[in-house]
């Protein structure tokens, strides 16, 4: 588990690094579909990028920010619901 400050602050920056990264979108999206995402999977793909965090911060701050990118809303319409699996929350 990360300082959650720390945490928040390396998903929120993931988030803005998927937002213009074709490949990270591609490596993102193969973990999400079938109505769920797979935390634990883009958590590592964060990792590799040099982002330390948590599925909690993940899960925490998917749960609070209500504002999506536009990569994140093309997922979200690609699956039927927002299930989380493969986490450990």
């Known amino acids: 588990m ?3 400050n720390a945490g928040t602050s390396n998903v929120l920056k993931f988030r803005s690094l998927i937002d213009t990264d074709p490949a990270l979108q591609a490596d993102v999206a193969q973990h999400v579909g079938d109505g769920g ?4 999977a883009i958590v590592e793909i964060g990792r590799k990028a040099g982002l ?3 599925t ?3 899960v ?3 749960e609070e920010d209500d504002e999506l ?6 997922l979200v319409a690609a699956a039927d619901s927002a299930n989380c ?3 450990d929350v």
């Open 37 to 40: 995402w797979n935390s634990a």
């Open 60 to 62: 925490s701050v998917m």
């Open 69 to 74: 990118s536009d990569f994140e809303l093309e």
């Open 52 to 54: 330390e965090f948590s």
């Open 85 to 87: 699996y493969g986490n």
């Open 2 to 4: 990360t300082d959650n």
């Open 56 to 58: 909690e911060d993940l």
